[in-house]
Structures are given as C-alpha cells and as structure tokens.
C-alpha cells in the first residue's frame, strides 16, 4: 500500500493571495490524480498526470508531477474564495484498479 | 450520459443494528466500483472495490462487506454497525479499460452517524 502525504493540511488565505499544496510519497506512481470536494458532494477530478516533469494549466491553477513521479504539487494563483474547498490528491497502482487518496489539504479562501 | 446514484442520504442508526447502503450505475457496462469511507474534513479511505459481477477485494479489516449481485449495483453492508462506523461513504465508478488513468465519478454520498 501506497502512502500519500499532503502537506499542509489546513490552509487559510486571503482573496488573490498564491498559495502551493504538496502530494508526497515514498513510492513511484504510475499516475496522479487531484481532485477538488465540496462539502457534502463528492470529489470532482482537475487533472491527471501521467508523464515524469509533466507540467499542466488549468486557467489559474497549475499542476506538476516530479521528475522522479514520486511527488505532485498543485499552485493556485490569485486565489478566490471559489477555490474553498478539500483538495485531494490520488494514486493509482500499478494494477491499475486500485486508486488511494492523500489526506487533503483543506483551504480557506477569505474574501 | 453516465450516472451514479447512492441512496439513502442521511442515516441514524443505533450500535448494534444493520445497514445497507446501496449504489448504481447508468449509461455504462461493466464499470469498476468503488466504496469510500470519509471522516469530517479528512482524505477517503477505499473500503471495497469490484471489477466484476462477484468480484471483491476488500482493503481494510472492518464489520463491513460488499456485493455485487448486478452489473452496475453495488451493496455496502453491515451485521452489527459500531460507533467507528460513522461517516461519509462515497460509492465510486471508473469506465474498465481505463486503469491508471481514468476519471473516478462519485455519487452524493451517504452520511452515516451511528448512536
């Protein structure tokens, strides 16, 4: 079993604020996974990454996958308070059936 | 379109009693199932997952079990339920085929509070 690290794991801003949250493990993932959740919903996924260094843009947030595929990180730029809500990163095994999920970072974003 | 739908939303059940909680999937065949368990606020904690009609793989020692009796119908179950039992329980689909990479749908979520 894969350990996922999210770091930090609480996090309150002010609107347009940057701001950067952390996946970590010990393990290689074969891919990676952020998803966003709302209060009672469940998550909704932002992005996957596949590609060691892979680099990807979703208007104000970008996504990275370390050289290594053993760390993602996720920035947010000019935060809104529509970003508010549980950030969770997953990892898939190489079974390709299995997908764990981090802790999450949960984030404030005040007006 | 692809749908997924757990039911019931909100339940109250006292220590000791039973629970089935109950999931389906519309608009695709053969779809891997999935159930979460969540605590306020905190990361998911995969319960059970299913490849096929039958086919379980449980992932953590608990009172709970799965079925799958049908295609697109997934069952969480319980005996006995324990205060621990409470929660947010998410039921899950991912499209076969599409390991690694493919998106995970998640229905509504059934809060579970046990007394």
């Known amino acids: 079993t894969q350990l996922l690290e999210q770091s930090p794991q609480f996090l309150s801003i002010q609107e347009g604020e940057n701001l950067t949250v952390y996946c970590n493990s010990s393990?290689?993932?074969?891919?990676l996974q952020w998803y966003r959740q709302e209060p009672g919903e469940g998550p909704v996924l932002l992005v996957t990454v596949v590609t060691g260094g892979e680099v990807k843009k979703l208007k104000r947030l970008t996504f990275q996958f370390g050289d290594a595929r053993k760390d993602s990180s996720l920035h947010i730029t000019a935060a809104q308070p529509g970003d508010t809500g549980l950030y969770l990163c997953?990892?898939?095994?190489?079974?390709?059936?299995?997908?764990?999920f981090g802790e999450g970072t949960q984030l404030t974003v005040n007006p | 379109s692809q749908t997924i739908h757990q039911w019931p939303a909100t339940l109250v059940q006292p220590v000791g009693s039973p629970l089935s909680l109950e999931c389906t999937v519309e608009g695709t065949s053969n779809p891997n199932l999935y159930w979460y368990r969540q605590a306020a606020g905190r990361g998911l904690q995969l319960l059970f997952y299913s490849v096929g009609i039958g086919q379980i793989s449980s992932e953590v020692p608990q009172n709970l079990s799965a079925s799958r009796p049908q295609d697109r119908q997934f069952i969480l179950s319980s005996k006995k339920l324990l205060l621990s039992d409470s929660g947010f329980y998410l039921c899950?689909?991912?499209?076969?085929?599409?390991?690694?990479?493919?998106?995970?749908?998640f229905g509504e979520g059934s809060r579970l509070t046990v007394l």
């Open positions: 393990s290689v993932f074969s891919s």
């Open positions: 899950a689909w991912r499209k076969s085929g599409q390991a690694l990479t493919g998106e995970l749908f």
């Open positions: 997953a990892a898939e095994e190489t079974s390709g059936s299995r997908l764990t």
